[in-house]
Each structure stands twice: as C-alpha cells, then as structure tokens.
C-alpha cells in the first residue's frame, strides 16, 4: 500500500513572496493563463497548490524571456503634469488677475 502526501496549499502572500511578483501581475498572468490558477477554500481564501508554483518557477527559470521594451515616451499625452506640446497651462488665478491687497487698516 503506497501512502501519498497531500498536495500543499499556500495564500496570496507566500505565492507573491515565493515568486516575488506584485499582486496585479499574479493576477494578470492568471488570466491569461500563464499562470497556474488559484481556487477558493472559502469564499474569502483564495490559494495555490505549491508545487504547481514551483513547477511553473522552474519553467520560467529555464525560459528564455525576452525583455521589456522601453515606454515611448513621444506617446504620452502629459508629461508630469505640464502638456507635451511645451507650452504652459494658462492659469486663471495668475498674480495680474488676483485683486490687489490694500496695507490700510479698517
């Protein structure tokens, strides 16, 4: 009679922990399915079966990944908050349109 062990569970944390990955990258790989799926212990525990976070670990280490490309930053609509066409926000409270302060005392 063969005894085998039961599957190990883990939570969100010790999943991000292990694979050192964010949140909303977990969960946007899960969806895509390059990521092995969770399952609800309870309609508020969502968790993973650890060897299939280990497998999927070692096939990402043996994977060749291609990097990231940079951003183009020529598509942003903004740049830190100033238009990306350079020419500066028009500004309704400027000091020329502020009612001046009188120094007199009533």
């Not at 569970?9 to 990258?25: D, E, F, P, Q």
């Not at 497998?55 to 280490?61: A, G, I, K």
């Not at 830190?80 to 005392?105: C, D, M």
């Amino acid at each position: 009679m063969q005894v085998t062990q039961p599957r190990r569970t883990i939570r969100r944390a010790a999943v991000l922990s292990k694979t050192g990955l964010c949140r909303t990258t977990l969960y946007q790989l899960e969806k895509k399915g390059e990521f092995p799926a969770h399952f609800l212990l309870t309609p508020r525990c969502a968790v993973w079966f650890e060897d299939e976070i280990d497998s999927w670990l070692e096939v990402r280490r043996k994977a060749v990944i291609k990097a990231a490309q940079w951003p183009n930053v020529l598509l942003r609509k903004t740049a830190r908050g100033r238009p990306a066409n350079g020419v500066a926000p028009v500004h309704s409270h400027s000091p020329a349109s502020l009612p001046k302060k009188s120094n007199s005392y009533r």
